[in-house]
């Protein structure tokens, strides 16, 4: 299953947890603020991005399916 992330960048405070879990998917601008509005996860970083989606305080990522649907937890491979 192919996923997506979304990111409100305009509501981004800089916890920078995201960064903290996932630094490889969620890059930080200069001033510590998320530096993308969101991309195509890769194959094999469902895991990396969906703790780094959950991960934000502000709820500003969100890590859909592709159908659209909001996702919190992706199945570990196998199940």
Known sequence: MRYKIVINRQQCVGHAR?????PHLYPLDSNGYIASDGFDVPEGEEQAAAKGARSCPERVITMLDENGNKVLHVPKEGQ
């Open 18 to 22: 995201c960064a903290h879990f996932a």
